[in-house]
């Protein structure tokens, strides 16, 4: 795993950025893996930028989000839908069709699964996956416990995900307790992962991540076995190794 340091949360996602736009300059119909949640938000800010500057077009790429809420419907304000739309989509000029969203209304949990794995595939899978941490190790919605070989699947929230992710809503009752999620498997195939991590509130996670052992039971560990990953964080999640380097 290679560390990228950098200063703060705004340079993170400058420099997620950077290296997203450049792949989409290498590659015009590139795949590319979405996350959710606090921690891309200035990365879609800043691809937004480029686009309105003319510096780029989405018009090729394709993308797959990890992950979406059970039984919140695509238009509630917290669902993951509407996040991508109001955050990213709603401002760029990537077509409709190339987007992919996991349904969390869908009637059939196990078909909506599969369906999602086989359009994974069939697009080559991702070329470039960007990846948030969880507090408790989780990437996408696989929580501590989830299988290394697991596939897109439905999933309990953990209850300190539910607490972490209360933030975004009224109270803690109105947190679905189950959600929809790309599996480990499905994040490993991707050619080239991106995890960012800004702030304290990941400074454990990230040393766990860092100088812990794989293990199931904090699925990020597995990044360890793939063979391009680049983390890129901030001083405050890096607390320590950045003191020593005098940063
Ligand atoms: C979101 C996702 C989650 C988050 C993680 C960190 O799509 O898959 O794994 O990346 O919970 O969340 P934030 O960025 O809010 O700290």
Not at 4 to 17: F, H, I, L, P, T
Not at 85 to 97: G, L
Not at 154 to 161: A, G, R
Not at 218 to 243: E, G, R, Y
Request: hydrophobic share 35%; proline share 3%.
């Amino acid at each position: 795993m290679k560390i990228v340091k950098v200063r703060d949360y705004e340079e993170m996602s400058q420099a997620a950025c950077k290296i997203i736009l450049d792949k989409i300059k290498d590659k015009k119909h590139l795949v590319l893996g979405l996350a959710t949640g606090s921690t891309p938000e200035g990365l879609y800010r800043c691809m937004i930028h480029a686009y309105k500057e003319g510096k780029i077009s989405f018009q090729h790429i394709v993308t797959f989000n990890l992950d979406e809420y059970l039984n919140l419907d695509q238009n509630h304000p917290n669902s993951y839908h509407y996040y991508m739309k109001k955050k990213f989509f709603n401002h760029v000029d990537i077509p409709k069709k190339n987007i992919h969203l996991l349904d969390g209304m869908a009637t059939n949990y196990i078909q909506e699964c599969q369906q999602y794995d086989e359009k994974i595939r069939r697009a080559g899978n991702i070329d470039i996956q960007v990846l948030g941490l969880g507090v408790n190790g989780h990437i996408g919605f696989n929580e501590p416990g989830t299988s290394f070989i697991s596939r897109t699947h439905v999933v309990h929230l953990d209850p300190t995900t539910r607490k972490t992710n209360s933030k975004f809503f009224r109270d803690i009752q109105d947190v679905p307790k189950k959600a929809i999620t790309m599996g480990i498997a499905n994040i490993m195939e991707s050619k080239e992962i991106l995890l960012l991590v800004s702030g304290k509130k990941k400074e454990l996670a990230l040393a766990r991540l860092i100088n812990g052992e794989i293990s199931e039971q904090f699925p990020a560990s597995i990044l360890k076995k793939h063979q391009n990953v680049t983390i890129i964080a901030d001083c405050a999640a890096l607390s320590k190794m950045c003191k020593e380097n005098g940063n």
